[in-house]
């Protein structure tokens, strides 16, 4: 890796682009600390303990309980992603416009940009209102709760934008990238926080120590992970054309185990963080407020079960949008290919859709239990200080690993075109 990296460097265009992507998170980091305008500090800090905008606080980066113009980070724009697919599905003038290739997938992603400013200021308007009625607004009325919502949905909007540049002109996987980075700046206040669970005794020691070990276990479980497949050979069959004879050569297909990547993640953390987004607006001494601190926290059942659920469904959903066994296996009968033993034609998509959902099954159960496993980890080892969780260590190692596959593919595109000239 840290190879790739230096070989990077050392190629203009790509470092061109690394260098953009990362002046493109060092402004994400310096917004993370500009506060929006009429917000008492002290108020919102208080208003802000405990773990239910635990979530929201290490994915900002922390700027949410700095209440900084990205408090809300990319949320919304998940949330309209989310929305703008399931639409898809359902709407067939979306349907057409998905199959009509690059132009118009950037039709659906113009209308997914305006559904997230539309989602972010109904959001930020919400919190204003709560915040006004909780006293952490310093001069509460109609112009101060404008001001607020607009500056928060003006920095989700330059976060989506700032996603949308990385993506074009950086190492790509934009909005992966700006969530990687949030959770890499909390790293340094979690590594402070171990000297008070050291300072605690042999049981301070061994609980971390514990913890640090599952961390380790997760990593390189996702690792194995990420690069498991099943290859389904394929066999092309010998034609002639002209006098030249083509085909018969033997290739395989790759399945990926973990298809969706840290997507369905990532959509799952959006869902998961709604009730905490609804609390925000509401009483923090309220009945919704006292129940989601008492069963909806990170370490109860009924969260962690809900939790792995929806990545279990989003891992199935996020995988039939982008890959279709029908179009795969008719590219592969046009192109004299046959899988030994398999029909070509549908018998080859049904075969090729039962073998993906035994992978797509495992790996949807592999991402709930590594997920929620550190959750309930964390709450028998009482280690709050190192409240990292299962979920921000997968995004963090899958976007790592394909931010990596992504150098290393330029790399290996430049060589090509090098021994090509």
Not at 210 to 219: E, P, Q, R, S
Not at 311 to 318: A, K, L, P, Q
Not at 332 to 361: C, H, M, Q, S, W
């Amino acid at each position: 890796m840290i190879d790739s990296l230096g070989q990077a460097f050392k190629v203009g265009d790509l470092r061109k682009k690394l260098l953009f992507t990362l002046l493109m998170l060092l402004i994400f980091r310096l917004g993370a600390h500009v506060p929006v305008p009429g917000i008492n500090a002290e108020a919102l800090a208080e208003l802000l303990k405990g773990q239910l905008f635990g979530f929201f606080d290490i994915i900002s980066g922390g700027a949410f309980k700095r209440f900084s113009i990205f408090a809300m980070s990319i949320t919304p724009y998940i949330n309209a992603t989310i929305i703008m697919q399931l639409l898809t599905v359902v709407i067939p003038r979306l349907e057409e416009l998905n199959k009509e290739g690059e132009e118009g997938r950037k039709v659906i992603a113009q209308y997914t940009r305006y559904g997230t400013v539309v989602l972010a200021f109904i959001q930020s308007i919400g919190m204003a209102f709560a915040l006004g009625k909780t006293g952490a607004v310093m001069n509460p009325g109609l112009g101060s709760y404008l001001i607020i919502a607009i500056s928060l949905t003006a920095g989700t909007a330059m976060l989506m934008w700032i996603g949308e540049l990385i993506t074009e002109k950086g190492i790509g996987n934009g909005i992966s990238l700006i969530i990687f980075a949030g959770i890499v700046a909390r790293i340094p206040s979690q590594i402070a926080g171990v000297g008070q669970e050291l300072a605690g005794g042999i049981i301070g020691a061994i609980n971390v120590i514990l913890l640090i070990v599952i961390m380790l276990l997760i990593i390189a479980a996702v690792v194995a992970m990420n690069e498991g497949q099943r290859r389904l050979p394929i066999q092309y069959a010998k034609r002639v054309v002209g006098r030249r004879l083509y085909g018969g050569q033997s290739t395989f297909l790759p399945l990926k185990v973990n298809t969706g990547g840290v997507i369905p993640i990532i959509f799952a953390m959006a869902l998961m963080m709604f009730p905490a987004t609804i609390g925000s607006w509401m009483n923090p001494e309220g009945a919704f407020n006292t129940f989601l601190n008492n069963y909806f926290n990170f370490g109860s059942v009924l969260y962690n079960v809900l939790y792995a659920a929806l990545i279990i469904f989003f891992t199935f959903f996020y995988v039939a949008i982008i890959f279709n066994p029908l179009d795969v296996a008719d590219n592969i009968k046009r192109n004299g290919g046959f899988i030994p033993g398999i029909r070509p034609g549908r018998p080859t998509a049904e075969y090729i859709d039962r073998v993906l959902t035994r992978l797509t099954t495992a790996g949807g159960i592999f991402l709930a239990l590594i997920a929620v496993l550190p959750n309930f980890v964390i709450a028998l080892t009482g280690v709050q200080s190192l409240w990292f969780g299962g979920t921000a260590l997968l995004i963090v190692v899958g976007v790592a690993l394909d931010t990596m596959k992504q150098i290393e593919a330029h790399l290996l595109l430049r060589s090509y075109e090098g021994f090509v000239k």
